[in-house]
């Protein structure tokens, strides 16, 4: 009847990738089987939509690791700052030294004037 040539020309196409079908930028992919789709997500994120937020790891590097070379260049930094101090007094102590031995030398030279 009527209906029987009604539903025979109606076909339902289903599109399983619209909008919004993955989230956090996942891509979707068209699937033969039910749900017909998969959701390829980023690394931050998992689950059948990428929902699910995922914890990054940094690959072959730790928190031990990256601590380590902040200390360590932090104790570098401070070596050399105490070096560059060091160097700086001894400059300045020589400076003072000659100048205290000019000083000398010319009070005693005006001494020798005097007499």
């Given at each position: 009847t009527g209906q029987t040539q009604l539903a025979e020309k109606v076909s339902v196409q289903v599109v399983p990738c619209g909008v919004g079908t993955c989230l956090n930028g996942g891509v979707?992919?068209?699937?033969?089987?039910?749900?017909?789709?998969?959701?390829?997500?980023?690394?931050?994120?998992?689950g059948a939509r990428c929902s699910e937020p995922q914890r990054v790891?940094?690959?072959?590097?730790?928190?031990?690791?990256?601590?380590?070379?902040v200390l360590g260049s932090i104790a570098v930094i401070t070596i050399l700052s105490l070096?560059?101090?060091?160097?700086?007094?001894?400059?300045?102590?020589?400076?003072?030294?000659?100048?205290?031995?000019?000083?000398l030398t010319s009070e005693i030279a005006m001494d020798e004037m005097k007499r």
């Open positions: 979707c992919h068209a699937q033969a089987a039910a749900p017909f789709y998969e959701c390829a997500c980023l690394s931050t994120y998992a790891k940094v690959s072959g590097v730790g928190a031990r690791a990256i601590a380590g070379a070096l560059w101090l060091r160097r700086r007094r001894q400059k300045h102590d020589l400076e003072v030294s000659e100048l205290t031995e000019r000083l």
